[in-house]
Structure formats: structure tokens, C-alpha cells
């Protein structure tokens, strides 16, 4: 059943009526039949401010079925997608689980479950007749009861009005606090409710448009307010009881990060060798030997990768989704390397060398675009993070080459072009680093990211930009003499990228806090809502 | 209801695990197998929930499919008993475990009802609030076929209740329970009554609506709650203050801004007994032949009987007049001339010495706050306002005042809830629409129309059933081990007085006896359903000590937990989704249960029993059987024992002597019976039909939401704001327990104080630190409780489900800290601590929030667990863990409060085996 082209579905969710009780959290788990741990719809207990002048309220989150929703772009497989009610949807049967959607999400929505759990540690009749095995190893999230709405149009209902076409949430819920319905119905009750003002959307800076809008004031007597600085400090955002603080992403671990450290440092390979070997650097046998180890590099990440995803058997389904997603679109590029590669040791020429080393830049291109589409993760999004891993995978490709051309018969003059390209790439890259922690307080990492990134910040500068920037300038000032020094630099160099990309992706990276621009007025001391002598309205 | 293999069903039935329902529901039936929970939207638009259950409805299913549930009867075969005892449990057939209840029972009809000490042989503890009630079958009329049982032996009761709201509630405004009339009102000070976390889906619904309204809900209490956190203002207030406070707010109302522009004076005059005159010696002024009060008509300077012609009432001033006093016992005083004074002059002169800028003193909160919320109040009255309900005209006075529990508990509970409820009798906002509202009784009867029991006393108030104090009438025997018609005279003699007496002086007695008083025995038997006193009774760990001295317990069962590790019989019953049970529903009650509708509902099964279980009905059934009281108990039945009437003037659907009838013929007679009492014989419906539809209903006047109206309608007046009948009881009640040596009780005969004075409660408890040979500056927390809707009530707490989402809510996970404190003290977010009273120690996590005052820890709660499986691998502290039992933090309801002084400690045991 496809929806009216004219619908967008959505809520409004009143601050003032929710009262915390998750009746809407356990409806939903009954209604969506999810596993242990997992909530769709999951209400969160904030404070603002500090004792004596504190509020406490409900933050109702969960899948904001975004107008323009972040994950749906990234997912390489097209099992995540918008329909044209609004509704953002998943296919089971075409989910790798890679997790994608998962840090591309601002508002925690999406989890994976591995494995088949049980709240009583062993199945009960219950939980073995409402399992649903096609939901695990794969991506999760609130569906607005996707079934109910269609069900419910099918047999002439309307969403929001009728309770049998109308996501558990907002019926079961006892407060009359979440409403539901169609956005393109100006006359619809969330229409109304969010009408003039009234509503904020969460995170609306990032553009994501999202289709739950919340309600912060009381019509008639308290306005409510804008968010103020001492409602959520620097202290509260370090604190990881805090339910607005972003807990560290999941998704992504070690097997993630080495695709990006290896397969970064590979492709950079395959770019500078290229570079030494049209310059008249690198002979032909060198630069095919420095392809095999780049390639061998690439493809040990890339298995990692393979390890990370939950549906291993489907994993083909990553080439679905080239129109959007630059995780296809890296497939893509390794489609093309590796034949290339294998072509160019069988009959090389120039033209396959070229062809091989644009192919290692595709791909690199492609990893610097996918971190920062993960607009769930702050350290991840921030703006200069493409130029960082470009900049990087081309400075550990200078450095590998700095090392091998030592090895590597007729090679030496590689070493001072690495050495030469090394020496600005790392001047480069501090700079981008520099301009990165500077930036990341603005640009939303929390504390709990900024410090993991402030522990690794001076062994980064020192290993990772200062050695390689000295030890280059020192090869090329001894005159080439001693190899060994572009060695040792070209290692920082890879050290200090493998370092910083492993850091960002496995522990700066907690995923985006909740929070609210408006709040209702509301609490003790100075937040206490206004004094009022008169009547009610 | 049951279904087959392919089949899916929805099944209506209910949810009561919390006072504040019933919610009713659907469960969906997959295959046979109850799969989810849904609301029962059929009834959208006569449940004042909107057929929206809480959050606890949605666990039943886990809870019929624990695996942890006690699959079949099972005997102890360690005879010793206690918490370090593996009570060795076998299991036995029906046959054998109903035999041995049954031949326990048989034995001790042999040896009487009652023992040497005049105490019931046979004791039965239930949940609190009645709710087992709604699940317990029949059973009630197995304890009516066997005579005198002793159902005093508390779980909690008296601490963990709206104790002192009970009581006076009732007496004053036939309230066993307020709320506010949310529909329509402006304006509630609410001294930490955490109703959007106890009101149910009802009451979180009535007052979400009233936000959204406009309503302003000021909430005064140490820590923010879930309902201070849905309230416009805060204020952080010393615990056990909350007195304090209000009586400031009343001196601004009626001193600094002067009861004549404040109050409802026309309210005060006609429908209060403000006027009635008191003598010196502080009774009313009586008129001798009558011995009706009297009231100083200022139009022509004469006191009159109060029933009579009076233009002007006086309310302040002295005047000389002459007229009689009644006393205590036989004391009465004639004056010719003397300077009397009206009651309310005597509340100004009371109240005199409590400002603003005492109370700031006292309880922390700053003077012009109590200034501007008393001016908000009064605002917010509308004095002589009116509105049109049905057609009527009734007042309009959109204020309530809300007092929590342990604020209208235990010491200082009588002062807190009088002034509560003077604060609504100064501008007429008692039991008119928008207005404090009752629920409903249990002391008064009958227990289904409050409005029925307001009959007028000689004096013009409403009368009380209260317990004689009398020389003649004073019962020197108590009738049960916690002595309520003894000593409480308030608590009366109705079938809830027993759980409304000092429930926790048997625990407190069985361990050490009293001067002067029938010797402690213990029941030859005891039953306990849906029950845990050895957790949430205050001080758990003792009186899990004093239940496993019990000769022999008979434990309803759904898991192995706390109490009934001590049973020698334990009985599986059939749980809420798999039993039968017709309920009444509507009217007024609980919570904000406030109906246009009444009527019944049914509880189905809506899968079999996944466990060796049976109905309690059955249980009942067999165990009367086997024990030779079949037809009293069909008799009992027959007089509505299960909760309707089967026999009256009009209908016959009575049971026959000594026939065993199964589960579904009791019920069906209880259907048609209720349907036909209900439709006046114009729609009689059996078992099958509620089976099919859920619920019948017929309407309920709004006007019987409110007192008001009725008292006015008799000439009865509101007893405020004098006490003379609480006086004279007292005075009496000293008098009897004097005369037979009970000294032990007087301090909480000091309650008995016509206008109650404030004295500094929270000294109260640190002077007990004192009592028990500690120093309380070793002590420097206070420890309070708070309610968890997902917990409260449901025994749920092994049942993963709920702990999930119980966790979303703050305080779930441990012991709730002031932030800075707890950095005073190094301690950090979630890390392990020790809480230490005086008496007991409890464990767990420290949870830091900024909505609490620096002095304060909150448990949330009452965990502790050490048998339920599952909830006793959750490390939660408990306060019940931390709190004594004692006569030094009794009042003289007999009860107590949920607050002790602590200190907090980092937990270097849990922490290095955690690291």
C-alpha cells in the first residue's frame, strides 16, 4: 500500500504532559516485539541547571522520521528508506547491519542486535512466539508502527485520529503527550499543536528536518524559554550518567577503524608511488611491488570491514546504493583497483599504472566522505574531517614510501620525493589538526570526545606531525645521506595517522547528546515558572 | 477465553496492581499463548483514563511466563526457619497441601478461635490498598466463614500509607484519600504527594489536562519528584517540615492579610463550626438543656444553639456567656458568665506565633516565598464563585492542597493534615468542584457511598464510628495483636480498621512485650497473599526474623521471595492473566478516580495457568471444604463476601449449603446478581457475557463527586477548626490506658491536641540516633523514599520487562545524591556506597542529580531483595533496610514515617572486587 504522495507523517510531543512513566517505552516493546535492551521509543530523565535552581523533565526520543534523513543517503544496501508519507523504513531482508545508519543517526534511534537474547536468560513461550529472527544482525528502529498506519488506511482510517491506525506510542500513552499525525494536513491535530512557533525540532542545525516536534510552553500561562547556557554545562556533558550525554558509538570498532587506517594508508601508497614513479622515481617493478603491498594492505581492511558486518552472507548487498552512498561508491572504487591492479602485473603499461593509482584515489576520496556523512557521531561530521583523512592517507603513503625506497632497488630518489611531499603533507596535516581541535567544541563534540582527543593530541603532534616534518627536512638537508631518517620519519608519519583515525573512530567517538533549544519554564529558584495572582485562562 | 492453536484473540480483563486503578485491558492471544498488552479502547469514553493502562499492566505477560514462578504446592522440610535456613521446599500434590491447611485448620477450630492472650489463632496479611482484594476470588469469604482473624500484622501499613489523610480524612471530610477535582482547578499546593507517579494512568491523565489548562502546581518537597519535576515551581523544603509551611501560608492568609478579605467568610459562619463557642476549659460552650454548642449572634449579643436562627455569627472576639462544658468521662463545667471565645479566634491566637519568618526558620524555605504561595492560594479561591454541574449551581473554589506520604504519616501527620485541610476550609474549597476532593471510605460505612455515611451528630458535624474511650465502652482487650480499637479511637472498627491500627506494634511486640498489656502470641496460622512484609514492612531484616518464628505460614505464591521463604505451605495461585474475578468499577475511588459511570468488570483467564496453579477461588473452595466451613462460607458468599451480594430482596442467585461450587458457577451468580442489581433486573448477564464484553456500566452523577452539597443539603457543618471530639478522646483514652498501667503509649497520646502545635519533627528522628546510643552528627543525611510507578504495588520486581524501563526513570539504579554532596564526600556517578542508620545498613550505586537538597538521599522504592529471583541480583538499597521499628517514631494513629538520618560511604569492598 503506498501512502498519499501528500502526507508527512509525524508527532508532537508536549514537554509539559509527559510525566516519564514509559508506558509509551514498554507499549512500544510490546506492540514491536523488541528484544532486551532495545527500546524504539525510549523516554529520557533530564535535569537543567544546578542545585538550588534546577528543572527536571521527559524527553520522549526515538526515530525522528526525518524529512531529510541522514541515515537513508549513507545505507549501501537501500534497505533504509524514505517513502513518500515520510516514513523512514527498513528492510530486514536487505540489511548487511553495518551499522552505517546507525552513526549517520543524530538521535540514537538505531541499534543492531548480534544475537538472540532473552529477559529471562532462556526463552519463554511468549518471547519464542513473538521473536523475529530477520531482525537480528541487522539495523533497528521505530517504524511509527508502520503496519498499524497502513492497515489503518487500508480500511478507510486516518492516522492520528483512529487509534487502530495509529503508532502504540501515542495511544497507549497515559498523558496525552504524544500526538501523532499529518504534517501536509494543515488542519491536523500535530498541525495545529506545533502551529505558530510553538514546537522545536531537536538538532534542527544539522538539517536533518526532523518530524518530531516538541512542546515547550503552556498556551495561556507559561511561555516557556530558550535554552540557557548553566543548563547543561561543560560539567554535565562530562557527566556520563547524564541521559543527554552521547554514550560512545557501538557500531564502529577496531574492524571499522583498520579499514580506514589500512586502507588509507594503502591507497596513499598507490598515490604517491604513482607520483615517484611519472616523476622518474620509481622504476616500473618497484612501483608494482609497492601496488601489491598497497593492495595487500587494502584488502586486509577491507576484511576487517567484512568482519564488522552482522549479514556477512549478504555483504553484495553493499553495491545497491551508488546513487547516495559513498560506502557503495567505495566498493565501487575497489571494484575497479583490484582488476587493475591484477591487470597491470599481467600486461603493465602506463595507462593501467594510471588507472590503478585513480582508482587508489577513489577510494580514498570515498573514505574521507564516509566518516563525515555519520552526522550521529560529532568528531566524525566535523568539517575539515574529509581533508584529515585525505591529507593523512596521503602523508602515510609518503612515509610507507619513504621507507620502501630504501628497499627497493633504483628507488632512492623516491625517498626524496617522499620525503619532500611528506615533509608539507605533515606540515598540512598539523595544521588541519590544529583547526580541527580548535573547532570541535563548535562544532558539537562533547567533552567526553574532546578529552579522548586532548589525551592524543601531543603524542600525535610529536609523533605524528613533528617527527615527520623534522625528519624529512633532516633527510633532505643531509643531502639523502641517510635514508634511515625518512624512514623514521615516513613511520611517525603511519604511526600518527593510524593513531588518530583508530582514536576518532573507536573512542572520540560518542555518539550526538539529546538536547532541546526551547524548555519548558519550569523548576525551583530561577527557573521556577512566574508568579501568577490572577485566574487561569 | 482461551485459545486454540492458529487462533489470535483479544481478551478484555483488568489490571489492579496499584490503588489508583483499575486500568483495563486487552491481551492478545497468539496460538494460546498471551503475547502483548494493549488498552482497552471500548471503554475511551467512560474511563477517566481513557482506557490507557500504566506502565505495569504491560508486564503481566512476563509475569505469567517467569520461569521462576513456583510451578506446583510445595512443603518446607527444614523446620527451621530463617534467612540463613534453606527452607528445603518439596513439592506436593493438591491433595496432600490442601490437606495439610485444611487439617491445620480442623485442629485449631478444636482448640478455638481464640488463644490464652485473647488473640485471634488464625492471622492472614495482603497487600496494601486492598488491591489483592481484586484478585483474591472468594477468599474473603473464607476468612468470614471462620470467625475472628487477626489481620493486623502490617506489611508496611501505617508508614508506607496516607496514614494520618486516613484517618482524619475521613472524620473531617469522609476522605480516606484526597485529590484534587483536576477538571476545574487553578491552583494546588502539593506538600510532596508524588501523584503522577501513584495517581495511575487516571491521575496522570486529570492532571496533565489540567497543565495544559492552565493549572499551577507549586510542589514543596526535598527532593524533586516526578510530579515536582511536572510542576511549575519547586520548592526545596527540610524534610518533615512541611507543618511548618503550612501553617505560615495560614498566618499570612488570615493574619497578615486579614481573614475578612481572604476568606470565605459566609463558608466559615454557616458550614464550619469556626463559630462555635469554647469555654475555658476548651470544650464548646454548650447550651444546658440541649447540650447543643453555642454561637455568639453579634446582631443582638446572645450565644444560641448553633441549629437555631443566627443573623451574625461571631468568628473573632471573647464574649461572657453561660452555658455547660463537656469534658473527658463525666466532667462537666456550668458557667453563669464566662469569657468564651469562638473557635476561629482561638485559631487566630493559635496561630499567631507561626509567620512566615518562624517557618523560614524551621523548614528552610524562604519567608516571602510562603508569603507569595499563601497570596497565590487565596488568588486562585475565587471566592463566591459558582459553576453549574448537572444543572446545579455549586460553589467554584479552584484550590487543593496535596500532602505526600511521610508528610501526612507518622509524627507530625495530624499537624500537616489538619492544616491541609483548614487551609481548604478557609475559602470554601473542601468537596465543591475545583476543590480537595475524598475518594471514597473504608472507615465509614457503607464502604461503596461516602455520602450515604454523612449523617449528622448531635452537634451538627458529621458523626464518626469512632472506638469507644469511654469507662463503659473502652475495649481494655484488643481484639488483635496491634490493639487499633485499643488505642487509635480514630481507626473504628470497620474491616480495613485492623491494616489501619499501628500495624507494625505486633513485629515490635513479638520481639518484646509491653507493660501492662496481653501477652504477644503468635497465630497458630498465618496466610499472606500478594504480601512481602520482609521487604517492605520499615525495618525489612527484623521483621523477616519475627515471621520466621511463626509456627506455620501458608504462603500464596508466584515466586520464591522474602516472606514466603519462611512458609511451610506454599500455594501457587492462579496469577492475574489465568483467573476469574467479577470487580467493581467506577464511581469515585483511588487516585483520581473520579467516574460518570459505574458498574463491573471482569478478570479472565486469557490463557491457562502455565504452572500447577489454581484459582484462589477453588483454593478457597476446597480449603472451606476440606475444613468443614463449606456453608458458612457459601453463606459468606451469599452476603457479598465476594464482592456483590448474591441474595436480597429483589433477586436469588444464593449459593446452597454445603455445596462446592467450581469457579465459574460462583462467578456466574455473582454476575447475574451484580448485573441485576446494577440494571434493576432489566439486563441480567452471566460469566460468559462479561467474558465476552469486559465491563457493565450504568451512569454516575457528577454531583456525587462532591460532600459538599450533601452536608449542606442536612445542616452539617465541617469540624474545623477546633478539634474537641480529638480532645476529649484523648483525654479519655489517657485516662483508660492509665488505669490499667500503659504508660508506653503517651507520647503519642500528646496528638490529641484541639488545635494541633508545631513542634520541630525532624528532631524527632535525630534524637532517636540519641536513643540508640549513637551520635547524630555521625549522621548527616536525610534518607526518604519516593514511589516508583513502574514498581509500586505489582511485586513486579523480578520481572526483567519493567526493571528495563524502570531504568529510563533517575533513582532506579540506586541511592539519589545531591551532586555537590556527594562530591564533598568523593563520591562519583554510579559508585558504590554504604548507607548506615543508627540500626541497619544498606547497599548500592550513588546516582547524582542536582534535584535534591544537599542534605537529602533518596531511595526509590523498596528493594533489598535477597530470595526473589531475579530482583536479588540487582544490588538496590532499600530504606526499609535503613529504618527502625519503634514506639518513639509512632504517632498517635500509630503510625510512622519513611525518613532516617545516614551516612553515606564509598563501598571499598564492592568497588575493589568490582575493579
Sequence with gaps: MTAPITARYGMVIDLNSCVGCQTCTIACKHANDTPPGVQWRKVIDVELGQYPNVERLFLVTGCQHCAAPPCVPVCPTGATKQRPDGLVTMNYDTCIGCGYCAVACPYQARTIVHEQNWYYGIPTAQETQVAHDDRIGVANKCTFCVERIDSGLANGLTPGLDPDATPACAISCIATAIHFGDFADPGSDVSQLAADGRAFQMHEELGTDPQIKYLYGLPGSTPGRDRTADDVDEAALQDPGNPLVGQRQSFWDMRAAMNFTLGGMGAGLVIMAWLAHVTGALPQTGLLILNVIAGGAMAVGLFCVFLEIARKARFLNVLLRPQTSWMTRETYAVAVFYPALLADLIWPSEALHLIVALAAAAFLYCQARILPAAKGIPAWRAPLMPWMLLATGLLEGAGLLAIAADMLPGAREAAVLAAGAGGVLAVINALLWRNYMAEAKTSGVGPLARAALQDLSHGLRIVGHALPVLGFALFLSLFFEYPFVAAIAGLGAIIGGAWWKITVITIASHQQGFALSKVPQRGSGTRAAPARMGTAA | ?915
Design chain 2, 1 to 915: 477465553m482461551s485459545t486454540a492453536k492458529g487462533e489470535t484473540k483479544k481478551v478484555p480483563t483488568y489490571c489492579f496492581q496499584c490503588v489508583s486503578g483499575p486500568d483495563l485491558i486487552k491481551v492478545e492471544v497468539e496460538d494460546g499463548i498471551a503475547t502483548r498488552i494493549e488498552p482497552n479502547l471500548n471503554i475511551c469514553g467512560q474511563h477517566p483514563g481513557k482506557g490507557t493502562p500504566c506502565v505495569k499492566a504491560y508486564g503481566l505477560v512476563q509475569k505469567t511466563y517467569n520461569p521462576n514462578r513456583i510451578s506446583q504446592p510445595m512443603k518446607r522440610t527444614n523446620p527451621k526457619k530463617g534467612r540463613d535456613e534453606d527452607p528445603g521446599f518439596v513439592p506436593i500434590s493438591w491433595d496432600e497441601a490442601l490437606d495439610a491447611v485444611a487439617d491445620k485448620l480442623v485442629k485449631i477450630r478444636e482448640m478455638g478461635l481464640k488463644d490464652n492472650s485473647g488473640y485471634p489463632r488464625l492471622a492472614a496479611s495482603f497487600g496494601g490498598g486492598g488491591t489483592p482484594t481484586r484478585f483474591m476470588g472468594s477468599f474473603p469469604a473464607l476468612l468470614a466463614a471462620w470467625g475472628p482473624a487477626d489481620l493486623g500484622f502490617g506489611a508496611g501499613q501505617g508508614v508506607k500509607c496516607y496514614h494520618s489523610e486516613h484517618l482524619y480524612g475521613e472524620l473531617w471530610q469522609r476522605a480516606f484519600t484526597l485529590a484534587v477535582d483536576s477538571p476545574y482547578c487553578e491552583y494546588v499546593i502539593n506538600c510532596g504527594n508524588n501523584v503522577d507517579a501513584s495517581g495511575g494512568a487516571t491521575g496522570v491523565r486529570r492532571g496533565a489536562e489540567a497543565r495544559r489548562r492552565g493549572l499551577k502546581r507549586v510542589m514543596v518537597e526535598p527532593h524533586l519528584s516526578v510530579t515536582g519535576a511536572m510542576s511549575a515551581e519547586w520548592v526545596p523544603i527540610k524534610p518533615k517540615t512541611d507543618a511548618a509551611f503550612l501553617f505560615a501560608v495560614i498566618h499570612r492568609i488570615i493574619k497578615e492579610r486579614g481573614w475578612r478579605e481572604t476568606c470565605d467568610v459566609r463558608f466559615l459562619k454557616e458550614d464550619t463550626t469556626s463559630p462555635y463557642l469554647v469555654g475555658p476549659n476548651g470544650y464548646y460552650l454548650r447550651e444546658p438543656d440541649t447540650e447543643k454548642p453555642l454561637i455568639w449572634d453579634l446582631a443582638d449579643g446572645r450565644a444560641k444553639p448553633f441549629d437555631t436562627a443566627i443573623e451574625d455569627p461571631a468568628l473573632d472576639g471573647s464574649y461572657s456567656a453561660a452555658g455547660l462544658e463537656l469534658g473527658a468521662d463525666d466532667e462537666v463545667w456550668r458557667h453563669d458568665g464566662v469569657e468564651v471565645k469562638p473557635a476561629f479566634q482561638m485559631l487566630l491566637d493559635h496561630i499567631d506565633q507561626y509567620n512566615p519568618e518562624w517557618a523560614e526558620a524551621e523548614c528552610d524555605v524562604p519567608a516571602e516565598t510562603i508569603r507569595r504561595v499563601g497570596d497565590e492560594f487565596v488568588a486562585h479561591a475565587r471566592v463566591g464563585d459558582t459553576i453549574e454541574i448537572e444543572g446545579e449551581i455549586l460553589p467554584l473554589r479552584p484550590v487543593g492542597v496535596m500532602l505526600g506520604k511521610s508528610v501526612n504519616n507518622g509524627p507530625g501527620g495530624y499537624h500537616a493534615v489538619w492544616a491541609r485541610t483548614l487551609l481548604s476550609v478557609l475559602v470554601g474549597a473542601i468537596e465543591v468542584p475545583g476543590s480537595n476532593l475524598g475518594t471514597k471510605v473504608r472507615l465509614n460505612r457503607p464502604a461503596n457511598n461516602k455520602h450515604l455515611s454523612a449523617v449528622s451528630s448531635r452537634d451538627g458535624i458529621m458523626d464518626f464510628p469512632f472506638n469507644d474511650t469511654s469507662k463503659e465502652g473502652w475495649a481494655s482487650q484488643p481484639r488483635i495483636r496491634n490493639g487499633y480499637n485499643t488505642l487509635v479511637p480514630l481507626s473504628s472498627s470497620s474491616p480495613w480498621a485492623p491494616a489501619l491500627g499501628p500495624a507494625h506494634l505486633p513485629w515490635l511486640f513479638q520481639k518484646e512485650a509491653p507493660d501492662n498489656w496481653p501477652r504477644p502470641t503468635l497465630p497458630d496460622i498465618w496466610f499472606c497473599y500478594r504480601t512481602n512484609p520482609a521487604i517492605s514492612s520499615w525495618n525489612g531484616p527484623e521483621v523477616a526474623e519475627r515471621i520466621a518464628e511463626f509456627p506455620f505460614t501458608v504462603a500464596f505464591a508466584y515466586t520464591q521471595d522474602e516472606t514466603n521463604y519462611m512458609a511451610d505451605i506454599v500455594l501457587p495461585e492462579a496469577t492475574d492473566l489465568e483467573s476469574l474475578q467479577l470487580s467493581r468499577i467506577g464511581g469515585t475511588g483511588s487516585g483520581e478516580q473520579f467516574w460518570k459511570h459505574q458498574g463491573w468488570m471482569i478478570r479472565q483467564p486469557a490463557v491457562e495457568p502455565t504452572v500447577d496453579a489454581m484459582d484462589m477461588t477453588d483454593i478457597a473452595t476446597e480449603i472451606c471444604k476440606r475444613a468443614g466451613i463449606l456453608g458458612p462460607y457459601n453463606m459468606a458468599i451469599n452476603k457479598g463476601a465476594a464482592g456483590m451480594k448474591l441474595v436480597s430482596n429483589k433477586f436469588d442467585y444464593g449459593l446452597e449449603g454445603d455445596v462446592a461450587y467450581d469457579r465459574d458457577e460462583i462467578w456466574d451468580r455473582v454476575a447475574k446478581a451484580a448485573s441485576h442489581d446494577l440494571s434493576d433486573g432489566e439486563e441480567i448477564h452471566g460469566i460468559d457475557w462479561f467474558k465476552e464484553h469486559g465491563y457493565m456500566l450504568r451512569e454516575f452523577a457528577q454531583r456525587e463527586w462532591y460532600l459538599y452539597p450533601y452536608l449542606k443539603e442536612r445542616g452539617i457543618r465541617f469540624e474545623l477548626p477546633y478539634q474537641e471530639r480529638i480532645k476529649r478522646h484523648g483525654i479519655q483514652l489517657a485516662n483508660r490506658l492509665h488505669e490499667v498501667g500503659v504508660e508506653w503509649w503517651d507520647k503519642q497520646l500528646k496528638d490529641y491536641d484541639p488545635l494541633p502545635k508545631y513542634e520541630s519533627f525532624p528532631d524527632i528522628w535525630t534524637d532517636f540516633v540519641r536513643e540508640k546510643g549513637q551520635d547524630p552528627e555521625d549522621f548527616p543525611f536525610w534518607a526518604l523514599t519516593a514511589r516508583s510507578m513502574q514498581y509500586a504495588w505489582g511485586a513486579n520486581v523480578g520481572i526483567p520487562l519493567i526493571y528495563e524501563v524502570a531504568e529510563n526513570v533517575a533513582g532506579h539504579s540506586g541511592i539519589v545524591m545531591n551532586m555537590q554532596s556527594a562530591k564533598d564526600l568523593g563520591i562519583g556517578q554510579g559508585d558504590p556506597v554504604v548507607i548506615t542508620s543508627a540500626t541497619g545498613v544498606t547497599r548500592g550505586n550513588a546516582v547524582l542529580r542536582q534535584g535534591i537538597r544537599p542534605d537529602t538521599v533518596l531511595m526509590i522504592g523498596q528493594f533489598d531483595h535477597w530470595a526473589t529471583p531475579f530482583a536479588k541480583d540487582l544490588n538496590l538499597p532499600s530504606l526499609n533496610s535503613v529504618t527502625d521499628i519503634s514506639l518513639s517514631l509512632t504517632d498517635g494513629t500509630g503510625s510512622g514515617s519513611d525518613i532516617v538520618r545516614v551516612k553515606i560511604e564509598i563501598d571499598t569492598e564492592a568497588r575493589s572486587a568490582a575493579s
